[in-house]
């Protein structure tokens, strides 16, 4: 069991009190705050564990299919949580959710052909504004300036989200072709 795949692991360990904590409030009054601080060490773990796997070549099976989904588990974990409190529209969560299933279908009849579908930029830039986005919705500040942030960065994360999913359709449209 290498760093990155720890790293891995802890992002998924860390959705439990992530959770809780945002849908209980258990602790207190800083529960945005402390909940927000495990969310930004669950993303930190993200940008670290595959910087770390193809620096020192720790690349693994293991790695491959659990970083993914570890992510996806985060930010699907954490619009759920805004959802329910009302903080984000059910609509944005539809799409971001609906890409997030379309594109592991996608990468599993993939696999099964032997093809290996790498993350595209745009991939990464969504990730990137989901994660702002869901930070700036946990924070909440009821400021004019962070309720346009919040807007805007949701606005941002669905495009993103589109564009994403459109790109990896057309890049790797011939992974659906019957043979």
């Not at 890049?171 to 072709?177: D, S």
């Amino acid at each position: 069991m290498n760093l990155p795949n720890r790293l891995t692991i802890l992002r998924t360990v860390l959705i439990i009190p992530f959770v809780i904590i945002m849908l209980t409030g258990c602790v207190g009054e800083f529960s945005n705050w402390i909940a927000l601080f495990i969310f930004i060490l669950a993303s930190i773990t993200d940008l670290l564990d595959g910087k770390i796997a193809r620096k020192y070549n720790l690349i693994t099976n293991f790695g491959k299919f659990m970083d993914p989904l570890a992510d996806k588990l985060l930010v699907c974990s954490a619009l759920i949580c805004l959802l329910e409190m009302s903080k984000i529209p059910a609509w944005a969560v539809l799409i971001i959710m609906a890409r997030e299933f379309i594109i592991s279908g996608f990468r599993l009849v993939a696999s099964d052909n032997g093809v290996v579908i790498a993350a595209s930029m745009w991939g990464k830039s969504k990730t990137v504004s989901q994660m702002i986005m869901i930070g700036l919705h946990i924070a909440d500040l009821d400021l004019w300036f962070f309720n346009f942030m919040e807007a805007l960065s949701l606005y941002v994360s669905v495009a993103l989200t589109i564009i994403s999913l459109m790109d990896y359709i057309i890049k790797n449209k011939e992974v659906m072709k019957e043979e």
